[in-house]
């Protein structure tokens, strides 16, 4: 179906086929009995040593999404810029494993990147929306994330669809994967869905949508939520964004906040990055900031937000990914009620071939 299905947008109709792209993405490489993912294309890939991710725009975001959970599993990675990656001098031999993460497949620089890489010995895999993309011919493995045709310059279901197979990429590489990890993730495209049937995103956009700057903050897996967030929101809506890690905020940033500044701050679980992000919530707070808060309402982050943009429970990768959805929702609502151009942006490529 490449029409818009009733939608006023194309970016709005693929905001609402993400509970879908992510049912396509899991099928067949999740044993919730045995506790299992598996992941067909890569059944011979042994992984030992270090993963370095690649990708531009978007898809960075999700690399570092990628690299983070990678971490937390045991694997030592990186992510770079694709762009900067040549230029970077990373060190790459035969057991280095690259991952070129890009939803065309087509995009310039991080085919560079790769053929880089492969040069230098090290092996490769593309993690992509597009079989038979150029990138699939450039790397040694591919790993397909399921979305279907995205049509809107903006990428959403992509990255969403990104998120969850790099999730499953993680734990197949370093073969860790409980039965709990995989319940978590199974249910995470039905609570996509209570996310698209009870957002409040739009009444937050009409409040918001004359302020002076929109600012992002998360730690952890929220951090690149933060950065998507606030590219989602320059690309459609040409207002000024930032994304920010929480903590990095008093280093600089801080000095932007105003009471015209609303800061979006992600909040997850009530851990030790909840406590720790709310500590910089209070920070802007006392800045007169207005705070808009994406929390699943396990921590005491609510207490200090002028507004809050619910998710429901569940472990920090499921809840980075809903949380993300309703900041698509926002972006979309808010370029929406400015008359911009939502599925083509203004100076904007849905994939760039040149360097
Ligand atoms: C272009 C698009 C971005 C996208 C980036 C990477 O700049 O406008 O939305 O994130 O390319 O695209 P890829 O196909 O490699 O994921």
Redesign the pocket.
């Given at each position: 179906d490449t029409g818009k299905s009733g939608y006023d947008h194309y970016m709005l109709k693929e905001i609402h086929e993400q509970p879908t792209a992510l049912r396509q993405c899991l099928r067949g490489r999740v044993d919730e009995l045995e506790g299992d993912i598996s992941l067909e294309s890569l059944a011979d890939l042994e992984q030992s040593g270090p993963v370095q991710f690649v990708?531009?725009?978007?898809?960075?975001h999700?690399a570092l999404y990628g690299a983070a959970l990678c971490r937390e599993h045991g694997v030592r990675a990186t992510a770079s810029i694709?762009s900067e990656y040549t230029t970077d001098r990373v060190p790459v031999d035969e057991d280095t494993l690259v991952v070129g993460?890009?939803?065309?497949?087509?995009?310039a620089?991080?085919l560079r990147a790769l053929r880089e890489a492969s040069r230098a010995g090290g092996r490769t895999l593309a993690v992509?929306?597009?079989v038979g993309s150029s990138i699939t011919r450039v790397c040694d493995h591919a790993l397909y994330i399921r979305a279907g045709p995205e049509i809107g310059?903006?990428?959403t279901k992509?990255?969403a669809s990104?998120q969850l197979a790099l999730t499953l990429l993680a734990a197949s590489l370093s073969n860790t994967s409980s039965h709990r990890e995989i319940e978590s993730l199974r249910a995470v495209p039905d609570q996509v869905q209570t996310v698209l049937d009870t957002s409040q995103a739009k009444a937050i956009a009409e409040e918001f949508v004359n302020a002076d700057a929109f600012f992002f903050i998360g730690r952890g897996l929220a951090y690149p939520v933060a950065l998507e967030g606030a590219?989602k929101f320059k690309?459609i809506t040409y207002e000024h964004a930032e994304g920010f890690a929480a903590g990095e905020l008093k280093h600089g940033p801080l000095a932007l906040v105003t009471k015209d500044t609303p800061v979006f701050a992600i909040v997850t679980g009530d851990g030790k990055r909840a406590r720790k992000t709310i500590s910089n919530i209070k920070e802007v707070e006392a800045r007169d900031a207005p705070v808009i808060v994406v929390t699943d309402g396990e921590s005491e982050a609510e207490r200090y937000a002028d507004h809050v943009l619910e998710i429901p429970a569940t472990d920090e990768r499921g809840a980075t990914v809903l949380a993300n959805v309703q900041l698509q929702l926002v972006s979309y609502w808010v370029a929406n009620l400015l008359g911009r151009s939502i599925d083509k942006p203004r100076n904007?490529?849905?994939?760039?071939t040149v360097e």
């Open positions: 990708a531009c725009g978007t898809s960075y999700a694709a993460v890009t939803q065309s497949g087509e995009t620089d991080t992509t929306n597009t310059v903006a990428a992509t990255f990104q590219l690309e904007l490529a849905k994939s760039v």
